[in-house]
């Protein structure tokens, strides 16, 4: 069994920034992937930013290219999303998962994760 417990979420003002952390315990692969998603209410999980653990690449959601960063660290167990320049239409909670394989073969689809923490809530103020 795998749990994961985000961090790092808060209130700040337009163009600050925050990271997120996300700490896995239980029986982690380094082959699996791992994403950060956000989900407003009544809308869907959108991804953010993904992460290869077997090849190290990275993709990020059209919304962040540029601003967010997503790292992995392997001996810590730990994904992190590092937020700049944020915006209002950041706030929302935020969602790291794990994904064995994407079954279509795309990163930011949600139903390919199977494990998922609880969410932590960023606000972004204008």
């Known amino acids: 069994q795998v749990q994961l417990v985000e961090s790092g979420g808060g209130s700040v003002q337009a163009g600050g920034s925050l990271r997120l952390s996300c700490v896995a315990s239980?029986?982690?692969?380094?082959?699996?992937?791992m994403a950060w998603f956000r989900q407003a209410p009544g809308k869907e999980r959108e991804g953010v930013a993904g992460i290869n653990s077997r090849v190290g690449s990275t993709y990020y959601g059209d919304a962040v290219k540029g601003r967010f960063s997503i790292s992995r660290d392997n001996a810590k167990n730990t994904l992190y999303l590092q937020m700049n320049n944020l915006k209002p239409e950041d706030t929302t909670m935020y969602y790291c998962?794990?994904?064995?394989?994407?079954?279509?073969?795309?990163?930011?689809?949600?139903?390919?994760?199977?494990?998922w923490g609880q969410g932590t809530q960023v606000t972004v103020s204008s």
């Open positions: 998962g794990i994904a064995y394989w994407l079954y279509d073969g795309v990163w930011s689809n949600w139903s390919n994760y199977r494990y």
């Open positions: 239980g029986y982690i692969d380094r082959t699996y992937y």
